[in-house]
């Protein structure tokens, strides 16, 4: 083989694309297929895109970590599409009952003492595992055609921004992946509220989503706790401090910096037309909602026009990806006003995007 040849080989492998798919029968059957005879498919969720395998099938979860990098202590999610598909994987008890009767399908993962079915790599030897039931029309009916439980993490290289549509997966896995069912936009932009229920007297919301803990303090009739914070903020240009990895965190991929874009984050409680004229021409702000009287700039965006909270979150990601492709120098963005509810998972994701350890 000449040289020439065996560069070109190099870059035929190099650029091996994911293919898309559309929802349809065929394509569906198809994907089914691929996940049954354990491949791996990056799926849309009314949350954030998946790549998903079968749960039960180790080596198909092997190659969900391998595609991501991701560190084998970082357990994965498994996707239900029935009550019965739970208590194959999970132990049940009355308060995921209660919960799975108001919010599934929907953005809630409950973690619950484990079978020995689930394989430990699903798990990262954890005697528990999370279980969601998603929403969305194509992932629920993908899930009923391959008739396994599917594990899935987000659908990006460890640590980096969730995709929450599919040219975001083929953007940043579409070199290690070979199939992408497209589901449009997410609707909801940030990943599930993460519940743990091991011990069903100690509701703990591990990680904050589109489900706040009152409304399932609500459902539950009790009080729900929140995961031990690992870090402390400052007004401005404020850091996460803390280990790599919450010590004792029961979310492992709970990181102090996660979610980031390589571009460096500086946070603003209130961002205001006074810091932006400061800015140099290499550094953009980003609003939460966009103010009365608001100039256009180059540099200035705004995530919701009209004050829409749950739609700033639904456009979070995909603005912080779009002004990640190394234009601009520093991020200026906005927290969400409250601490509840989709403004809570924003500040969230976003201390996390911003953390430099
Ligand atoms: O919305 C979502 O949850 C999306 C979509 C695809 O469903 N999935 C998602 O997965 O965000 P991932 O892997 O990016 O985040 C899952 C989190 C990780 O922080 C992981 O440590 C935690 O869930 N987790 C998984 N199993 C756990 C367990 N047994 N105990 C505690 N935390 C667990
Ligand atoms: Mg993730």
């Not at 790549?51 to 996707?79: Q, S």
């Not at 391959?146 to 975001?168: M, V």
């Not at 029961?250 to 874009?261: C, V």
Request: net charge positive; with cysteine.
């Amino acid at each position: 083989m000449t040289k020439g040849s065996i560069a070109a080989k190099r870059r035929k492998t190099v650029k091996a694309k994911a293919r898309m798919y559309r929802g349809t029968e065929r394509s569906l059957a198809q994907l089914a297929r691929v996940l049954r005879e354990g491949g791996i498919v990056a799926v849309p969720t009314e949350t954030v895109y998946g790549l998903a395998g079968d749960a039960l099938n180790a080596a198909a979860c092997r190659k969900i970590f391998k595609a991501k990098g991701r560190p084998a202590n970082d357990p994965l999610i498994v996707h239900i599409w029935d009550m019965a598909q739970l208590d194959e994987l999970a132990v049940r008890n009355d308060a995921v009952e209660k919960v799975a009767r108001a919010f599934w399908p929907g953005p809630l993962t409950v973690v619950l003492p484990k079978r020995a079915v689930v394989p430990d790599l699903v798990t990262s030897g954890r005697a528990s595992v999370a279980v969601r039931m998603p929403k969305h029309r194509l992932f629920l009916e993908l899930l009923k055609r391959c008739g396994r439980p599917l594990a899935a993490p987000s659908a990006n290289p460890f640590g980096y921004i969730s995709p929450t549509s599919a040219a975001h997966v083929r953007d940043s896995l579409g070199s290690k992946i070979g199939h992408i069912l497209d589901g449009g936009d997410a609707d909801i932009g940030l990943e599930s509220t993460i519940l743990d229920l091991r011990d069903p007297k100690k509701p703990t919301v591990l990680r904050p989503g589109a489900i706040s803990a009152k409304e399932i303090s609500r459902v539950l009739g009790r009080r729900v706790g929140a995961a031990q914070k690992t870090k402390k903020t400052t007004a401005r240009g404020e850091r996460t401090r803390g280990k790599g990895m919450a010590s004792g965190a029961l979310a492992p991929g709970m990181l102090s910096k996660h979610y980031s874009p390589r571009t460096t984050i500086t946070l603003h409680r209130r961002l205001s037309a006074a810091i932006v004229k400061t800015l140099p021409a290499d550094e953009v702000a980003v609003f939460l909602f966009k103010r009365p009287g608001m100039s256009e700039a180059v540099n200035v965006f705004w995530l919701s026009e009209c004050g829409d909270v749950r739609r700033a979150a639904r456009r979070l990601f995909g603005m912080l990806r779009a002004l990640d492709g190394g234009q601009w120098k520093r991020i200026h963005a906005e927290l969400a006003p409250g601490a509840d509810g989709f403004a809570l998972a924003i500040n969230d994701r976003l201390i996390r995007a911003a953390a430099k350890w």
